[in-house]
């Protein structure tokens, strides 16, 4: 068996109360494995978006710790559930931004940009604007707009939970592909435990009020193609990791 890969990100009984005197998390604790994907499951209003945003550096814990490996911060991108595309820049130039606000000369930013949205499909795209393109059109855009940086670490907030079923699969599919391409690490958090389950190497399950991981499981499966959704051992992932949700919400009630 291969060496469980170093951690990159490690969160150490974290907590973080807010201003107004909310605690969003309390002692969460997780390990995030260099150069695989981390998936992140749990209720509305259980930390998933404040633990991100620690991890991509845009909050800080008021309890505990959040240590990267080597010590330094790696480089981050966010994509969220809306694309927030600006509307009127063309596709391939909403994709260079991130190059373009880090000073990349022109003609450069438009070739990295142009290569990523071939990888993303969507070549045919770029002198569109984002109104012209359909709602997983847009969301493999902002994507691209993520990757054109070549981050280390990709955090992605519910990115695919506005599009349908099929369109959400096929974007799954695309999400691996990048990944088995670039190699970044992933934390991905999800409300579908079915898309958990396909993506995460790991998928941690989170519990509300105050937030923090009640469990992980990390599914182990030889490949991932979209065959895999139609298994056993898939079913029986999806199986354990709803019997992990459940049960956080049953202590849940028997708390309050
Ligand atoms: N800036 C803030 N000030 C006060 N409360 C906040 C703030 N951001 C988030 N919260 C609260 O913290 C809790 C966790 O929020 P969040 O991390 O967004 O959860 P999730 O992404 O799992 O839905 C929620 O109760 C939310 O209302
Ligand atoms: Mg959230």
Known sequence: MAAPAPPLIEVTDVGRTFADGTRALAGASLMVPAGAITALVGPSGCGKTTLLRM????????????????GARPRAAFAFQEPRLLPWRSVVSNVALPLELAGVPRGERRARAERILDRVQLAGAGRKLPGQLSGGMRMRASIARALVTEP???????????????????????????WGEFGMTVVVVTHSI??????????????????????????????????????????ASTASLLQMLAQSMVREKGAA
Do not use: H, N, W
Not at 55 to 70: E, H, I, N, Q, Y
Not at 163 to 174: F, M
């Open 152 to 178: 280390e670490l990709l955090l992605l907030d519910e990115p695919f939970g506005a599009l349908d079923e099929i369109t959400r699969q096929a974007l799954d599919d695309l999400l691996l592909a990048l």
């Open 194 to 235: 079915v898309e958990a389950a396909y993506l995460g190497r790991q998928v941690v399950v989170m519990a509300p009020a105050p937030g923090r991981v009640v469990g992980c499981i990390k599914p182990g499966f030889a490949s991932r193609t979209p065959a895999l959704r139609a298994t056993p051992e898939f079913a």
């Open 55 to 70: 991890m991509g550096g845009l909050d800080a814990p008021t309890s505990g710790a959040v240590r990267f490996a080597g």
